[in-house]
């Protein structure tokens, strides 16, 4: 098995597959609730560096499942447990942290090589930006 690299989230988004139905932590579970409970990771974020860290070693452990479910695994990641710093993470995981499209990642990133990104109100301001979803994870957002 080999784990969906973080662009194939853009894909999936493309693709039209809802987030937030339910059915990305359908895919967690089925994936990743075999051996041991979700309870494991649950409301426990970590950079993505380390989840990769953590699908890898999984994967040795015996994790599996299709395309489909492993993407969804992946979003659900991105979107509900990956800690991100605007300064310094990847275009794509700030797209997936705050749930805005490749652009508005894009534009995140050049802005920061003029001016870094200091607070929560500073990102607000970019247009693109959900506030909603802004409030909504800022735990997982540094600076
Ligand atoms: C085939 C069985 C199996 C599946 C499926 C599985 N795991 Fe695990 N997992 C293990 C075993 C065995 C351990 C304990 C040994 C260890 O820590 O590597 C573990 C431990 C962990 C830990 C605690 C160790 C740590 O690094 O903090 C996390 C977190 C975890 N799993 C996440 C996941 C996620 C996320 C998935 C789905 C992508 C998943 N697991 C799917 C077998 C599995």
Not at 8 to 22: I, M, R
Request: glycine share 6%.
């Amino acid at each position: 098995m080999k784990w969906p690299l973080p662009a194939t989230f853009f894909l999936l988004a493309a693709s039209g597959w809802a987030a937030g139905d339910g059915a990305d932590w359908e895919a967690v579970t089925a994936v990743c609730g075999k051996c041991h409970t979700t309870a494991i990771f649950e409301g426990k974020p970590r950079s993505w560096d380390r989840w990769n860290d953590v699908f890898a070693e999984m994967t040795q452990h015996g994790a599996n499942g299709t395309t489909e479910q492993l993407m969804r695994v992946t979003r659900y990641f991105l979107e509900n447990l990956t800690l991100v710093n605007m300064n310094t993470s990847a275009a794509e995981e700030i797209a997936g942290v705050l749930g805005v499209s490749d652009e508005v990642a894009a534009t995140i990133v050049e802005r920061r090589q003029k001016q870094r990104f200091n607070s929560i109100a500073d990102l607000r301001a970019i247009s693109g930006v959900d506030a909603a979803k802004l409030e909504q994870r800022k735990s997982r957002i540094s600076f």
